[in-house]
């Protein structure tokens, strides 16, 4: 820029110099001033500029401190979220190691190798403490009375509910059939209803039989009408089923001295004879 200053001023003065008319002198010394004014703005730009650019500078400089700190809170972290999967996955277990059924640890825990041992006749949820039979392996078709196999388990089941830990527990017995209606047996059972309810009965009365005081006992029929899965042609096989429930005794009960002083007989005069003839609660007449 000085160097149009020089050549501006060397321009005025040879026009002084020569004695240039009025005129002219006033319009070169106009575009001086001009000249001036312009090279004045182009330095307040060039400061201006500078200064932007080192506030830049040092915006870009905060910027990657601040990176590098993100990285190290980054770094520090992952080993933190580490540290937290692991916990998780622990306390993960020690929650599936926990009994979180209704029923007391002891108690579970005797219950769960009962149904091991007879896995096709005897299912346990945990969760509900609800024992379930299957009627096609508990019962003869068409009959509410115990197989011989099913009278073994629930043996053993009695002496389970006649521990210490089972005592603060009624026992209801809850008899279910699918949909298929009762013909060549009705004489003994008019109806589903009057089926799942004997059935209850004979579990219940087994297990008196056994030993488990009477006035613990519940027993309910449902028929078909608390399916737990959609009946086919055929019915289904999962809802001919006998349920026992587990619950705490709402009242203290007296003893009795004798646990058949309900009105029950011993399990094996109170069960109904085996009948051969197929029901239709277990397929259909043929």
Request: aromatic share 6%; with cysteine.
């Amino acid at each position: 820029m000085a160097w149009k200053r020089f050549t501006v001023l060397a321009i005025v003065s040879s026009v002084l110099a020569a004695c240039v008319p009025q005129q002219k002198y006033d319009d070169l010394l106009t575009a001086y001033r001009g000249q001036e004014q312009q090279l004045l703005s182009m330095q307040s730009d060039l400061q201006t500029s500078r200064a932007n650019e080192e506030r830049l500078r040092a915006q870009l400089a905060a910027a990657a401190g601040d990176l590098e700190q993100l990285a190290a809170i980054r770094n520090g972290a992952k080993g933190d979220i580490d540290k937290l999967l692991a916990d998780y996955e622990r306390l993960l277990k020690q929650v599936g190691n926990l009994n979180m059924g209704p029923l007391p640890a002891e108690l579970n825990t005797a219950l769960v190798n009962l149904a091991a041992q007879y896995p096709d006749v005897l299912t346990f949820d945990q969760r509900s403490g609800m024992l379930r039979f299957s009627s096609d392996f508990t019962f003869a078709s068409g009959s509410a009375a115990l197989n011989a196999n099913a009278q073994t388990l629930v043996q053993k089941l009695a002496s389970i509910l006649n521990t210490p830990v089972a005592q603060p527990f009624e026992v209801k017995v809850v008899g279910h059939t699918d949909n298929q209606p009762v013909k060549r047996v009705a004489s003994q059972h008019p109806s589903n209803m009057y089926l799942s309810a004997h059935r209850a009965i004979s579990v219940r009365d087994a297990l008196v039989g056994d030993g488990v005081a009477a006035n613990r006992m519940q027993v309910a029929g449902y028929g078909e009408f608390r399916p737990i899965v959609p009946n086919g042609a055929n019915g289904a096989a999962q809802n001919r089923r006998v349920e026992i429930f587990l619950a705490p005794l709402t009242v203290p009960l007296a003893p009795t001295g004798n646990p058949m002083d309900a009105g029950s007989a011993p399990a094996k005069k109170a069960t109904p004879a085996a009948v051969k003839s197929r029901n239709d609660d277990d397929e259909p007449t043929k």
